[in-house]
């Protein structure tokens, strides 16, 4: 069964755009696990327009599932891992400019840097995985480098405006999903994923996890967190069946 992280995010971006005291994280990660969600992902960014620490500290203690945290590969970063101890860490690309994270991590090019911060986070006990683009090359950089897994960027398939486009796009995923578990990666997958185009992703048998954000706060915003993820995990579920 594909596992879903929710990407509580962009509830934070709502609560900034007011710097108010709500809508808060934390209350969303508690109705994301009660719909069926099976961990909580944020992304602590340099600079903190949505997820601030402390969201960070007080999610340690409250989620009962997996609290994922990605984060860039910075020193200030990595003082905060090794402090709040997430079960996992995905690191990930981070451009001050950006609306989102816009690409995949640069591994091979990076892999000197990479490489030492991997091994701090994995012995303070932390599960590392690489978000990278579909890239066979990226994919086995970020074993060479001892990462766990690898989270493969869905943007062009998401982003695909045409069947055909968007089939290609698919077979990238799928190549690098199949060559990270022959290497013996965990493979997970996420980045503008929605309940429309969801199916094709979840129904590849090597990714176990999926990171899900943008499209199911909107959903919430609607319809309330615990729906927006129970509608989630049936679409998972359907694209397995």
Do not use: W
């Not at 755009?17 to 909580?40: C, F, H, K, N």
């Not at 200030?76 to 996992?88: C, G, H, N, W, Y």
């Not at 591994?107 to 890239?135: R, W, Y």
């Not at 309940?195 to 609607?222: C, D, F, S």
Request: net charge neutral.
């Amino acid at each position: 069964m594909t596992r879903l992280g929710v990407n509580i995010d962009h509830v934070a971006t709502v609560r900034q755009a007011r710097r108010a005291a709500e809508p808060d994280p934390v209350q969303a990660a508690v109705l994301a696990e009660l719909g069926g969600a099976d961990g909580i992902t944020v992304h602590l960014r340099g600079d903190r327009r949505h997820i601030q620490d402390r969201d960070v500290e007080i999610l340690r203690q409250v989620v009962k599932t997996r609290l994922n945290l990605e984060m860039a590969s910075t020193q200030e970063m990595i003082r905060v891992a090794l402090t709040v101890k997430p079960d996992q860490v995905t690191l990930v690309p981070e451009r001050r400019e950006e609306l989102t994270t816009e690409g995949g991590l640069d591994v091979m090019l990076n892999s000197t840097q990479l490489k030492p911060v991997v091994k701090t986070l994995q012995e303070g006990s932390i599960f590392v995985s690489m978000f990278v683009d579909p890239d066979l090359e990226q994919v086995k950089e970020s074993h060479r480098i001892d990462a766990r897994a690898v989270e493969i960027n869905t943007a062009s398939y998401c982003d695909a405006r045409d069947e055909r486009t968007r089939e290609a796009a698919l077979r990238k995923v799928v190549d690098a999903a199949r060559l990270g578990r022959k290497l013996g990666l965990a493979v997970h997958a996420g980045h503008g994923l929605t309940y429309a185009n969801v199916g094709a992703i979840a129904a590849v048998p090597e990714i176990t996890e999926l990171n899900i954000g943008h499209n199911l706060v909107a959903r919430a915003v609607l319809v309330g967190m615990e729906r927006a993820v129970r509608e989630m995990v049936e679409a998972i579920r359907g694209a397995r069946h």
